[in-house]
């Protein structure tokens, strides 16, 4: 009897052993998770904050431009139609998107807004006169200094979300994050050009380049 007693206690003490070690590593676990994902959450903070900067921007941008005599109203229009379509995108600043496709149309809206911007760029050069402009001068050094960022920080947020993805697909961990909720998230692609932010410079007064030279039959 005494015997049989020993050994249901040695058995509950090991079923209560594993219990707790398996406790522990679920803890462990779930608080790694937590801040990969609160990681995430703020490099998407810093990512809609430097988008927002640029689109704040954009207003004053289009007003000192369009003070330029006979300047294309078309291109304006172009850049105003595409900042609304940004705003229309609405995605909580605070928390990375989960949804793919909810990242990927913020992602179309940002990419109008920036083949906009570059067509009026190359439009600003056929006019001289807003070199003179301080205003325009300012807002042309703030305008490449976001690009920059938005380059800067979209790398940022693609590192952390693949940190939490690896760890969110890795085993054992991946059971764990199944049981608790912790899903993959969505990152941003790769557009052609994308490696490297679009140029922000208007050259005024720079001569255009000789074109080349034809050769000789």
Known sequence: ?????????????IVLFVVVVAAISIAGTYNRLVRLQQTVDQSWAQVQNVYQRRADLIPNLVNTVSGAANFEKSTLTEVTNARASVGRVQLDPNKAPTD???????QAAQGQLSNALSRLLVVVERYPELKANQNFLSL??????????????????????????IAVRSFPTNFVAGMLGFAPRPF?????GAEKPPPVQFNFGT???????????
């Open 100 to 106: 793919a496709a909810q990242l990927e149309q913020f």
């Open 140 to 165: 042309q050094a703030q305008l490449e200094g976001t690009e920059n960022r938005i380059s800067v920080e979209r790398g940022n947020f693609n590192r952390t979300v693949q940190d939490y993805n």
């Open 1 to 13: 009897m005494n015997k049989f007693a020993i050994g249901c206690g040695v058995v509950i003490a």
């Open 207 to 217: 001569p255009a380049p000789a074109p080349a030279a034809t050769a000789a039959p």
């Open 188 to 192: 941003f692609t790769a557009q052609p």
